[in-house]
């Protein structure tokens, strides 16, 4: 079983709406990331959070906006999606940037209608 | 030239069978190397790192080749368990990129 919680598993929004991702993890891990994963293809880096700051952006749309609250909690904030943003977000966390594995939440299935 | 490159298959295997995947990556100073698997619509989960030594759990046995730049991943006695996708992954700390980098994965499908 993962260790990696990710809330909710599947969300249907529309282009106007305001919703959250959310990200929890208990690890004690201090390395949390955002990736994105369209069918057929591999996971993509969105963001990396590292000891609670923001250590990478991989030039995602700024309808995508992370957030840290602390060390077990990581949020992804969606505004304005557009339907081409419907995929796999997974959460992840890692002990830290370097030289670590890291390990995978069950992931939100988003379609954007 | 992609950061990690992986033949997509799919490998179609009888069970029992032996399979080998390998993967390339182009950055030479990345430091730590990863074998992930994945089942359709589920989240990657671990398989194994690869140290320089090489490393076998069970079934699987990772080797790395730094000079060559590959990394391989042996899979012995097929299960049809074993039908997932095989994601190779790096870690290239030192380029300041400190994140797992994914192949595009390669597919198994092992047939009773």
């Known amino acids: 079983d993962t260790e990696v919680t990710q809330t909710p598993k599947h969300l249907v929004m529309g282009m106007t709406n305001k919703k959250s991702l959310k990200c929890e993890q208990h690890?004690?891990?201090?390395?949390m990331y955002w990736y994105k994963q369209k069918a057929k293809k591999p996971p993509e880096l969105m963001f990396v959070y590292s000891y609670e700051k923001l250590s990478i952006n991989e030039s995602v749309p700024s309808r995508f906006s992370p957030e840290c609250p602390n060390s077990s909690l990581l949020n992804l904030h969606l505004h304005a999606l557009q339907p081409e943003d419907s995929a796999l977000y997974l959460c992840a966390s890692s002990p830290g940037e370097r030289n670590t594995e890291a390990f995978f939440g069950q992931g939100t299935r988003l379609t954007v209608v | 030239r992609k950061e990690v490159e992986q033949d997509p298959g799919p490998f179609n295997v009888p069970e029992g069978a032996t399979v080998a995947f390998n993967c390339t990556y182009s950055n030479s100073a990345s430091q730590s190397f990863f074998w992930y698997r994945q089942d359709c619509r589920k989240e990657p989960k671990l398989l194994m790192s690869v140290y320089s030594s090489g490393n076998e759990d069970g079934r699987f046995t990772a080797q790395l080749n730094r000079a060559s730049q590959y990394i391989s991943l042996l899979i012995r006695d097929s299960k049809l368990s074993d039908s997932a996708t095989y994601l190779c992954v790096v870690n290239p700390v030192d380029t300041g990129r400190r994140a797992l980098t994914f192949g595009s994965g390669t597919r198994l499908q092992v047939q009773p």
């Open positions: 690890m004690g891990h201090r390395a």
